[in-house]
């Protein structure tokens, strides 16, 4: 009989993201302030951010003509294309108790 190993491989993105998740609770009011001015209103520490953009864009969708589209075009993965280095910089400067999870 052959016994099968039980290999946990998900157990450290899962504590990775709940680390996250109280790292980002710990910082949701300084970011918010920080985002602000460029989220207006939909980003990251607003309370029903994601919900009211999909809202806002249902209802777009509801109220257009027959010869109107709706097009969401994402030209390039920015997550992907901002270095590392500035990234921990950023954190460095503006979230400073992030930067040891960073």
């Known amino acids: ?10 157990v450290g993105y899962v504590l990775t993201r709940l680390a996250a998740k109280v790292g980002c609770s710990h910082v949701k009011p300084a970011s918010a302030a920080l985002l602000a001015p460029r989220q207006i209103g939909l980003g990251f520490g607003v309370a029903g951010g994601a919900e009211s953009a999909i809202c806002a864009a249902r209802c ?21 294309t901002v270095r590392r280095d500035a990234i921990l910089l950023a954190v460095a400067k503006h979230l400073p108790e992030l930067r040891p999870f960073a």
């Open 1 to 10: 009989m052959v016994r099968a190993r039980i290999r946990p491989i998900a």
């Open 60 to 80: 777009f969708m509801e109220s257009m003509h027959d010869r109107n589209l709706l097009v969401k075009i994402d030209f390039q993965n920015a997550f992907n």
